[in-house]
């Protein structure tokens, strides 16, 4: 798996609440060492803004809504999500925005590795250069 898509978790609807999950192995096929959620986003904030050299992940709008706008080095997307059953998977080296965080919108985000600061690529144009030499 190593395209963004956006994948539909299971949801078992119930009167009394619904219940989604993921299972590594079927809803997501890397292995996840870290789950890190944001909340309490003020309005207009711009959370992201880089790029992982290594790490993947599937990010999800457990609450409210948000938008991820990937850039692949090629072409930018924008992906809303605002429902608790959709996961977006972004691969690593692939630049992440996110943004447009609705009031008491919550993120979670399951990250393939641990936190390492030296995964972060911060500026866009290295990121366009280690990108075009990995291609
Ligand atoms: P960062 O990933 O830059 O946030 P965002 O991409 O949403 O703007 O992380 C913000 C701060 O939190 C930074 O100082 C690193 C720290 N942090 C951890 O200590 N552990 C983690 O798992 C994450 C994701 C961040």
Redo the contacts with the bound molecule.
């Keep these: 798996m190593n395209e963004v898509k956006l994948i539909q978790l299971p949801k078992i609807f119930d009167e009394r609440g619904n219940l989604s999950f993921i299972e590594k192995g079927k809803d997501i096929d890397f292995d996840f060492k870290?789950v890190?959620w944001?909340y309490d986003v003020p309005g207009g904030e711009i959370?992201?803004?880089?790029a992982f050299k290594e790490q993947e992940e599937i990010i999800v709008a457990l609450s409210g809504s948000f938008d991820v706008v990937l850039h692949d080095g090629i072409t930018e997307t924008r992906f809303p999500l605002n429902r608790s059953f959709m996961g977006l998977y972004v691969p690593k080296m692939v630049w992440r925005t996110?943004l447009n965080f609705s009031t008491n919108a919550v993120a979670m985000?399951l990250?393939s590795t641990?936190?390492d600061?030296n995964d972060?690529i911060h500026d866009f144009d290295t990121y366009l250069k280690l990108k075009n030499s990995y291609a």
């Design positions: 870290r890190y944001i959370r992201g803004g880089h996110m985000v990250a641990f936190y600061a972060y």
